[in-house]
């Protein structure tokens, strides 16, 4: 069972070029999300998606987009990267019909803009 | 969602208990707490979840007041690979379409 799987798992790309990082989950979670952590700091909420077909704005969307065509990928994308988005994305899954809010995370992507 | 606020920091010996505190004076009747770990180049991990008194798990125990207005995560006889950061979240559960706050958390250094 791979649980979440991200790529790539590090990255170096020029400003202003276009980027996508992919995200899969096998344990059918119906919620997904994408978090970005910045050098010392906690992690911050980019985009969600509670089902398939839905996605909804964390607490620092602008300069992402994200899609949730089925249940087990959920890509962010970065249409025209800028320095300030080099960070590590960390992506997440949860089961969130239950009473416990564990979320499963991914092992990241390192992303330096240039 | 309400505030949390813990030690930036602590250090501990191999062997010692471990006590991480968290206060959340508004918190909310339907907020539950949930602690995650995470070690370095790696994604949190969830570690426990309580909502009042106290939670037990084969990792760690979790201690809620009657008034719930603080929290205290204890880590029974640590280890080297005890060193993380840990968060304190605490929010209603995700099923209502509720999201995960993670602030700052406490890093935790064990010394050999």
């Known amino acids: 069972i791979a649980g979440i799987t991200q790529a790539p798992t590090s990255q170096i790309l020029a400003a202003g070029r276009r980027m996508t990082l992919r995200c899969t989950q096998d344990m059918r979670h119906n919620a997904m999300y994408w978090y970005r952590q910045d050098l010392g700091l906690g992690l911050r909420l980019i985009h969600y998606?509670?089902?398939?077909?839905?996605?909804g704005k964390g607490e620092v969307p602008d300069g992402y987009s994200v899609s949730r065509a089925n249940t087990d990928d959920f890509p962010l994308t970065l249409a025209s990267a800028v320095p300030s988005q080099t960070s590590v994305y960390f992506c997440a899954s949860s089961d969130s019909t239950g009473s416990i809010n564990e979320q499963f995370f991914g092992p990241g992507t390192r992303l330096t803009v240039l | 969602l309400a505030k949390t606020t813990q030690p930036i920091s602590m250090d501990s010996y191999e062997g010692q208990e471990v006590n991480i505190t968290c206060s959340h004076n508004n918190i909310a009747t339907n907020d539950y707490i949930t602690w995650y770990q995470q070690f370095p180049s790696q994604g949190p991990r969830f570690i426990i979840q309580?909502?009042?008194t106290k939670v037990t798990n084969e990792v760690a125990s979790l201690f809620i007041p009657a008034d719930r207005k603080s929290s205290t995560l204890s880590l029974p006889r640590v280890s080297l690979s005890d060193t993380a950061v840990y968060y304190c979240?605490?929010?209603?559960?995700?099923?209502?379409?509720?999201?995960?706050?993670f602030g700052g958390g406490t890093r935790l250094m064990v010394k050999p």
């Open positions: 309580g909502y009042k």
């Open positions: 979240l605490v929010g209603p559960l995700l099923w209502a379409g509720n999201m995960l706050t």
């Open positions: 998606s509670n089902t398939a077909g839905t996605t």
